[in-house]
């Protein structure tokens, strides 16, 4: 039938056709009989076993208007033209992440309709996955062993309503022992944060027979909550046969600026670097390391440089980084953080010194000190004497509270206009404070005013669209009109701009109608 379907009935004639009917009729017929022949024929399968209950999730529902808009944020799966061009609405998709960590603030239970498409999302998009997962609450769990697709979420940190509480010490054990390695990983976290002691602790009965891999995730929980009391166990994975693991103890010890570890560190850095008064005035001497030896290596430092890098610089680094940076204001004349940055640093080391110390001032988060190595950000270098990178600047803001982080970066963009601000942008607090949002749609219209393009500010516009405060969208009303074009101006670039900010300011209005559905006091199901 498949043949003469193909080559057509007046090429080949049906043989067994029913008599007095047209070839192709007879044709459908025959198909039609052969169709039910076949699935009357087919046996029953054994029966399954039933999949046990769906977990009850506990949490209160979601309100009516905010569950129909997960749905439609859901639907969305626009993800922006592929060109510069973007249109005038709203990238829905792009709003997801948000409206789940509002979600996850309240508290609010999943609709059981929209898990589905929720952990579909999730599947496509792995920054979507905490908290999807954590939303989802244990029925995502319960779905992803029905579905292979679903699977990732065994292997992510699940949400913290699948877990026994920190005080049923005989269910947390038992997880402990038995559970998988994502719901091992997730109650470590929860033990940390609330009671550290308990979850060093179980770590350390199970440590000695964890894989390597996993002992190095295990062991990077230990920064929540991480304290003098954790030094014992730190020290004693200084031994550990894995060197990441090595490096992660170290770096965690280094982190403690009365451990031991920190102790030896500063004394072997203080070596190296010292305060020279021989000339007009005084200036930081430098002193690298001459060797790595095997203390230096049990205590974190790597022997073998990267490709490009000068061992002695490269050991030089290491040590500055892991050094308590108190060390210095005792070390350096007792002069402030701000002063020794300031100092001038003899042969060329100055670059080399200050990208240590910008390390250490990270990994200790000390804002004194980022404060001092970033500088005033009107300086026509865009940065401090010590913010070698953007990379660099930016994870020196992450030290610093949310209010002193979007001042200095509103600084920098009213002094350097939006060009290399997009890194900076990204480690601000959202939404963003007003003197940041104001800087920011300030540059964008003095952008607007210089006649090009928007689309080279696609980034920073899609920062603006997730992050401007919504209450933003009355003052840029006047921004909606497209301007007169002037004689210099790129084509039609005066429209795009229009276009882009009203797109923009579209966003903003629907986040705020986002908000106030979260808000709502209304918990019926949506019809």
Not at 134 to 148: C, E, I, S, T, Y
Not at 176 to 195: H, I, N, P, S, Y
Not at 392 to 406: F, G
Not at 437 to 445: F, I
């Amino acid at each position: 039938m498949v043949a003469i379907a193909l080559l057509g009935t007046d090429r080949r004639p049906l043989s067994h056709g029913a008599s007095g009917r047209a070839a192709p009729v007879a044709l459908l017929d025959a198909a039609a009989v052969a169709t039910v022949r076949r699935r009357a024929g087919v046996r029953p399968a054994p029966p399954a076993p039933r999949p046990a209950r769906a977990p009850e999730d506990p949490r209160p529902a979601l309100p009516a208007p905010a569950a129909r808009r997960l749905a439609t944020l859901l639907a969305d799966r626009s993800g922006g033209s592929g060109s510069g061009r973007r249109g005038s609405s709203p990238d829905l998709m792009e709003l997801l992440p948000q409206w789940l960590a509002a979600a996850n603030a309240h508290g609010y239970a999943a609709p059981p309709q929209a898990l589905p498409p929720l952990l579909d999302a999730a599947r496509g998009r792995t920054d979507l996955r905490p908290a999807a997962l954590a939303f989802a609450g244990p029925r995502a769990l319960w779905l992803a062993r029905l579905n292979p697709d679903w699977r990732f979420a065994l292997r992510v940190v699940p949400g913290s309503t699948a877990l026994p509480g920190p005080d049923d010490a005989e269910a947390v054990r038992r997880l402990w022992q038995e559970g998988l390695f994502a719901e091992r990983v997730a109650l470590l976290g929860t033990l940390r944060a609330r009671r550290p002691a308990f979850g060093r602790d179980l770590l350390s009965s199970t440590w000695s027979a964890e894989r390597a891999e996993d002992r190095l995730v295990f062991l990077d929980s230990l920064r929540t909550g991480l304290s003098t009391d954790d030094e014992p166990f730190l020290e004693q994975a200084l031994g550990d046969r894995s060197r990441t693991v090595r490096a992660t103890a170290a770096e965690l010890l280094s982190a403690l600026p009365d451990s031991a570890l920190a102790t030896r560190m500063a004394v072997r850095a203080a070596a190296c670097v010292t305060l020279d008064r021989t000339g007009n005035s005084p200036a930081i001497a430098v002193e690298p390391p001459s060797a790595c030896d095997l203390t230096m290596e049990r205590d974190g430092a790597v022997a073998t440089p990267p490709a490009g890098r000068g061992e002695r610089s490269w050991w030089l680094g290491q040590l500055v980084e892991a050094a308590p940076l108190g060390t210095w204001e005792e070390r350096l004349g007792g002069r402030s953080a701000r002063e020794i940055v300031a100092l001038p640093v003899a042969d060329g080391w100055q670059g080399e010194l200050h990208a240590a110390w910008c390390r250490a001032a990270v990994r200790q988060g000390d804002a004194t000190w980022s404060r001092a190595l970033l500088g005033s950000p009107a300086a026509p270098d865009a940065g401090g004497p010590g913010a070698v990178s953007l990379a660099e600047r930016a994870k020196l803001l992450t030290t610093l509270d949310p209010a002193d982080r979007a001042e200095w970066v509103a600084g920098f963009i009213a002094t350097h206009g939006l060009s290399e601000a997009f890194q900076l942008l990204g480690v601000c607090a959202v939404p963003w404070a007003p003197p940041l949002g104001r800087a920011v749609v300030d540059a964008l219209d003095i952008a607007r005013d210089a006649g090009s393009y928007p689309w080279s500010f696609s980034g920073v516009m899609g920062l603006a669209e997730r992050c401007l405060d919504p209450a933003e969208a009355a003052r840029m009303q006047v921004l909606l009109a497209v301007p007169d074009e002037r004689d210099d101006a790129a084509p039609g670039a005066g429209g795009y701009w229009a276009e882009a900010f009203q797109r923009l300011v579209t966003t903003l209005r629907l986040r705020a109608a986002m908000a106030d559905e979260l808000d709502a006091t209304s918990s019926s199901p949506p019809p």
